[in-house]
């Protein structure tokens, strides 16, 4: 089984500023890791995934998130937010193994820029 | 349009009635999710379905029921609703070759 912990709830933070939002995981099997984000009132939408490879990934949208196997980490950065980054953000496992490798989230960063 | 869509968007409904969620989906996707959101919780996995007439429990089944008659659709009943069942309701759908899963908008539902 696994599990992911997503340390800060909610994270305010001003415009142009950097951020970074914490993800955790414990699983006893190998994993793809996600951060997803949910706008308001919208479903969810793949921002990043990390597959295998490099360690780095980043997003169209100047995202990063760095997976750290000795601390089972993958933290999402961002130099300079703007008011649009407005949303939740959720990190995610799946299992390598297994046909339906199902998705196990953590609770949710709520990401509020301040002008 | 292609993609993925869910009705009714918003839903309230009194406690013991039969509720029906749809998800229909365009890409020919072998499998469908559907997790219910609550705060503090996430999303969590209700059921599954790895192809027509194939489907699985998830972590939260009870309460609800699900058929997949059909690869593009996948419904999800709820026989009795209690309050306990007001949430966000996510459908998904993935290829069975791949690890991505792309999610509908949502249905909200009220439960009184």
């Known amino acids: 089984a696994q599990s992911v912990t997503q340390l800060d709830s909610q994270v305010p933070v001003f415009e142009e500023a950097p951020v970074e939002l914490r993800c955790n995981y414990s699983?006893?099997?190998?994993?793809?890791l996600f951060w997803y984000v949910q706008y308001p009132n919208q479903g969810l939408q793949l921002l990043l995934k990390?597959?295998?490879?490099?360690?780095l990934v980043e997003s169209i949208n100047g995202f990063e998130a760095e997976f750290n196997k000795s601390q089972t980490s993958f933290h999402l950065r961002k130099p300079s937010v703007h008011i649009s980054d407005t949303a939740e953000y959720f990190c995610?496992?799946?299992?390598?193994?297994?046909?339906?490798?199902?998705?196990?989230f953590g609770s949710g960063t709520q990401l509020t820029v301040l002008p | 349009d292609a993609g993925i869509t869910q009705s009714p968007r918003y839903k309230i409904t009194e406690t013991g009635r039969q509720v029906t969620l749809m998800c229909h989906q365009t890409?020919?996707?072998?499998?469908m999710f559907w997790y219910r959101q609550d705060l503090g919780h996430g999303l969590r996995l209700i059921y599954y379905?790895?192809?027509?007439?194939?489907?699985d429990k998830g972590e939260v089944p009870d309460g609800y029921v699900v058929s997949r008659s059909k690869t593009e659709n996948f419904p999800l009943t709820l026989e009795s609703a209690t309050r306990s069942q007001t949430s966000v309701y996510f459908c998904?759908?993935?290829?069975?070759?791949?690890?991505?899963?792309?999610f509908g908008p949502g249905t909200r539902l009220l439960v009184l």
């Open positions: 890409w020919s996707h072998s499998y």
């Open positions: 990390y597959l295998s490879g490099s360690t």
């Open positions: 995610a496992v799946s299992p390598y193994s297994g046909s339906a490798r199902q998705l196990t």
């Open positions: 699983s006893s099997v190998s994993v793809y």
């Open positions: 998904a759908s993935r290829q069975g070759n791949q690890e991505t899963q792309y």
């Open positions: 379905s790895a192809a027509a007439d194939i489907t």
